[in-house]
C-alpha cells in the first residue's frame, strides 16, 4: 500500500473469478477500473449488450454491441455463462473468453446484474470442486449508503433524464433486497475506504505477491 492508500502492482497468487454488482450509481465501475489499475493480470470480462453505445464506450472494450438477432443466436448456441435482461435490454457474459483467460491463470473481473450473479453462482455451485471456476469464484455487492444518497448521485451525474431515474431507482431496490445472496457486501460511503476493503477481500480470497 503507498502512501495514498492505492495498491500498486499486486499479483494473485490463485486466478479469481470476480463477480461484482452494484446497483447504478453505486460507485462500481470506479472501484472496477481503480483494480483494473491495479491488479496487472486481472482482466475485463467484456459482456455483451443489445444496448446502444453510450458516450465515448466503444465495441469490443465497454461491451461488444450487438443486435437482438445476434444475441438470440448466441443464447441458442449456448455461449453465454450467464444472460439477463436489465432495464429493458439483453446482457450476457460469453463462457469461452472466460474459460480461456483462468486457463492462463489470469483473474477475471465482472460487472453484472443480480440476476446474472445468481446464474453464475448456480452454476459454478454444479462444477467439480476443483474447476478453476468453482475454486476462484468470489461474489461482492456493493451498496450505497442509502438510496437516497444513490439518488443525489444519479441526478448530479446528470447522465439520465427523470424517468431512467426512476426506473434505475426501483431497480436498485430490488437489487438491494438480494444483496443478502452475496458472499461478501460492502458500503460505497468513501470511495477510498471501500476500495481498500475491495482489496482485503481480493487478497484474501486470491492470496497476493507484491
Ligand atoms: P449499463 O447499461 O449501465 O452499462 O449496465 C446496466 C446494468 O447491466 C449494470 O447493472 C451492469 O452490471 C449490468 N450488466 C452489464 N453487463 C452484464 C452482463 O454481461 N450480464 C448481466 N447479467 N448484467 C450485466
Do not use: W
Amino acid at each position: 500500500m503507498t502512501g495514498n492508500g492505492r495498491t500498486v502492482e499486486k499479483r494473485l497468487l490463485k486466478p479469481l473469478l470476480i463477480v461484482i454488482s452494484a446497483p447504478s450509481g453505486a460507485g462500481k465501475t470506479t472501484l472496477c477500473d481503480r483494480l483494473l489499475q491495479d491488479y496487472p493480470e486481472l482482466t475485463y470480462s467484456v459482456s455483451c449488450t443489445t444496448r446502444k453505445p453510450r458516450g465515448e464506450e466503444e465495441d469490443g472494450v465497454d461491451y461488444h454491441f450487438m443486435t437482438d438477432a445476434q444475441f438470440d443466436r448466441l443464447v441458442k448456441a449456448h455461449r453465454f455463462l450467464e444472460h439477463a435482461k436489465v432495464h429493458g435490454f439483453q446482457y450476457g457474459t460469453l463462457s469461452a473468453p472466460v474459460r480461456e483467460a483462468m486457463a492462463e491463470g489470469q483473474s477475471v473481473l465482472m460487472d453484472i446484474d443480480v440476476a446474472g450473479a445468481a446464474q453464475i453462482r448456480e452454476k459454478v455451485a454444479a462444477l467439480e470442486e476443483n474447476d478453476p471456476l468453482r475454486r476462484g469464484f468470489l461474489d461482492i455487492f456493493v451498496r450505497p449508503p442509502s438510496l437516497e444518497a444513490l439518488r443525489e448521485r444519479m441526478e448530479a451525474r446528470g447522465e439520465d433524464n427523470a424517468e431512467t431515474i426512476e426506473r434505475r431507482m426501483r431497480n436498485a431496490s430490488r437489487e438491494l433486497a438480494r444483496s443478502g445472496e452475496f458472499r461478501y457486501a460492502l458500503v460505497n460511503d468513501n470511495l477510498d475506504i471501500a476500495y481498500r476493503e475491495l482489496c482485503a477481500i481480493i487478497e484474501h480470497a486470491g492470496g497476493v505477491m507484491a
